[in-house]
C-alpha cells in the first residue's frame, strides 16, 4: 500500500484526477489483523517524542486481550507492528492494565452480551495538546459500566500514565425521564465511550478545548407500562468543554451540552464521532446503525462547535458505495490524517462481504480512503469522497 504522504510528492499542478489514477479500485486491509475502530495519527518531529517517533501511527480497539492498544507504525510502504526490545508494544502491555478495568464483570442494563463486549477495550483515539500526548479510550469499570477514560505520555511508545476515567456518565431519566426501571433499578448509570478532542477559537481569539462522546443508550430497552411497545434510549453526544492541566488532568468546565442526537432515520443509534475543519467550516462525522454488519454507514455534517449546532447532515459512505469495490460493507467508526490542501486519508473499519458479527464474531478490518474539500480546480466544495466520485475513472486504470 501505497504511503498516504506520497500524495504530497505530486507535481503543484496535479488535481484529484492524478490522486484517482493512482488509487486501488478495491481496498485493502491496512494490515491482515482485526482492527476495530482504527485510529490514525501523524507525529512530527516536534511532537512529545521528537523526531525519533515522527510518521503515521495506528491504533485499534482490542476487545479481551490480555493487552491494550497496540501500536503499529508506516515503515517502508508497510504498516508494521512497532516492536520495542523485540516485542509488539502495546499502551497498556500485559501485566500492567489499570486495576479499575473490568475483569468480567457483566454490564448491568445488558448482562447477556457476549464476553469480547463485556471486557471492553474500545476507539483509542491520541490528542496531541501542550506537550503531551493524551489517550482518550473506552473501558467499562469493576461494575461493567462503559467509561470514557484518558492516559498521558510524552512518547508514544513510552510509558503511559492512566488517569482512569472521567465522571461524566448520565443516567437513564437523564434520556428518558419516563423511564419505568428495570433489573438495574430505577435510574441507572448508563455507558459512556468514544471520546474526541476538539477545539474552537472563540471571539476573543481563546481556544477552547471539548471531549466528544457518546451516550451508549443504544443497550437500554424496556416495555412501555402503558402502549406496551419497546422502547430505546436515545445516545446523543455531548459536548464537554475542558481544561488540561500540565500535569496532564483533565478538569471539566460547566455541564456537558447535547451536541447531536439519533433520529429514527440512525437505525438506533450515532457514535464514532470525528471533528474535521477545512474552508473556514468545522464538520462532524460519525457512524450509525449496527456495527455488526452491512448496516453500518457513516455521515458528515455542518458543525458549530461553539454554539453547540449540527446542520445539513448528509451520508458520506455506506455499504453499497463504489469506494468499497464491491468486496466491503459496514464502513464506519472514522478518522482522519491530513495530507495537503483540503485533502485527507479517512479510515475505518469494514466487514468483508459475508461476514458478520453474529455469526463470525468481530472480523472488522481498517482500510483508508480520501475525502476532499476541494474541486478538480482546487476551489473549495462540499465534501466529498474522492474514490466514490471518480469510480468510473479509477475503472479504467
Request: glycine share 10%; hydrophobic share 40%.
Amino acid at each position: 500500500m501505497r504511503d498516504p504522504a506520497e500524495l504530497l510528492d505530486l507535481p503543484a499542478e496535479a488535481s484529484l484526477t492524478d490522486i484517482v489514477a493512482n488509487l486501488r479500485r478495491v481496498p485493502e486491509p491496512l494490515i491482515d489483523e482485526t482492527m476495530p475502530d482504527p485510529f490514525v495519527l501523524r507525529l512530527t518531529p516536534t511532537s512529545p517524542g521528537g523526531a525519533r517517533t515522527a510518521g503515521l501511527w495506528l491504533v485499534a480497539t482490542t476487545n479481551d486481550q490480555p493487552f491494550a492498544f497496540r501500536l503499529y507504525r508506516f515503515v517502508g510502504g508497510r504498516w508494521m507492528p512497532h516492536l520495542v526490545e523485540g516485542r509488539h508494544c502495546a499502551i497498556f502491555p500485559e501485566g500492567r492494565l489499570p486495576a479499575w478495568w473490568n475483569a468480567g464483570e457483566l454490564d448491568p442494563l445488558s448482562p447477556d452480551l457476549p464476553r469480547d463486549l463485556v471486557v471492553a477495550r474500545w476507539a483509542p483515539e491520541i490528542d496531541v495538546r501542550n506537550g503531551l500526548l493524551t489517550l482518550h479510550y473506552t473501558a467499562r469499570d469493576r461494575a461493567g459500566i462503559l467509561r470514557s477514560a484518558y492516559a498521558t505520555a510524552t512518547a508514544i511508545d513510552g510509558e503511559w500514565t492512566d488517569h482512569g476515567f472521567l465522571d461524566i456518565n448520565v443516567r437513564v431519566k437523564d434520556l428518558a425521564p419516563d423511564y419505568p426501571g428495570g433489573p438495574a433499578g430505577e435510574n441507572p448509570i448508563v455507558g459512556m465511550i468514544d471520546g474526541h478532542v476538539a477545539a474552537a477559537v472563540d471571539a476573543e481569539g481563546r481556544e477552547r478545548t471539548f471531549l466528544l462522546t457518546k451516550v451508549d443508550g443504544n443497550g437500554l430497552r424496556w416495555k412501555d407500562p402503558v402502549t406496551h411497545e419497546v422502547r430505546k434510549a436515545t445516545t446523543p453526544i455531548l459536548s464537554h468543554e475542558f481544561r488540561q492541566h500540565a500535569d496532564g488532568r483533565i478538569e471539566m468546565l460547566g455541564e456537558a451540552k447535547v451536541l447531536h442526537t439519533n433520529g429514527p432515520h440512525h437505525d438506533g443509534l450515532i457514535e464514532g464521532q470525528f471533528v474535521v475543519s477545512e474552508n473556514g467550516q468545522s464538520h462532524l462525522v460519525y457512524s450509525a446503525g449496527f456495527f455488526g454488519n452491512s448496516e453500518y454507514r457513516t455521515y458528515i455534517a455542518k458543525l458549530d462547535l461553539l454554539a453547540n449546532e449540527v446542520r445539513d447532515e448528509r451520508l458520506l459512505i455506506d455499504s453499497q458505495s463504489p469506494a468499497l469495490g464491491g468486496q466491503w460493507n459496514g464502513p464506519g467508526h472514522p478518522s482522519f490524517v491530513k495530507l495537503g490542501e483540503g485533502l485527507y486519508a479517512m479510515y475505518l473499519h469494514v466487514w468483508r462481504n459475508g461476514f458478520e458479527y453474529s455469526k463470525d464474531g468481530d472480523q472488522r478490518k481498517a482500510i483508508q480512503c480520501h475525502v476532499s474539500f476541494r474541486d478538480l480546480e482546487g476551489r473549495p466544495c462540499e465534501p466529498f469522497l474522492v474514490e466514490e466520485r471518480f469510480s468510473a475513472r479509477a475503472s479504467g486504470v
